[in-house]
């Protein structure tokens, strides 16, 4: 059974191309800890601009091993920091995991 993770970002206005660069390293390092089908859309429906990440896994146990991946990656804090910390490139997101029916 697919499952996966979606998160919606708020962008930081004048700053969409920035975050745009944070979500292709987003991308490889989720890549890395075995995210399929990573997917970047601009939800076109307000300002500040909005963006939604997501990517699918086989199961519960694999997403559950990408979240661990990353949590170690001493890469991927960083990332966080640039892009949510003080003067980063998004002002807020959520994110939610989902199951394919």
Known sequence: MTVGSS???TLVAGRENEATADGAKCRALLEKHGAKNY????MMDRTP???VTSYEADDQAALGKISDGLLVD???QPLMAASFG?????SDYVT???IEL
């Open 96 to 98: 939610q995991a989902w």
């Open 86 to 90: 003080p003067g980063g490139n998004c």
């Open 7 to 9: 998160t919606i970002v």
């Open 39 to 42: 997917r970047v859309m601009l």
């Open 74 to 76: 001493p890469e991927f």
């Open 49 to 51: 601009l909005r963006m």
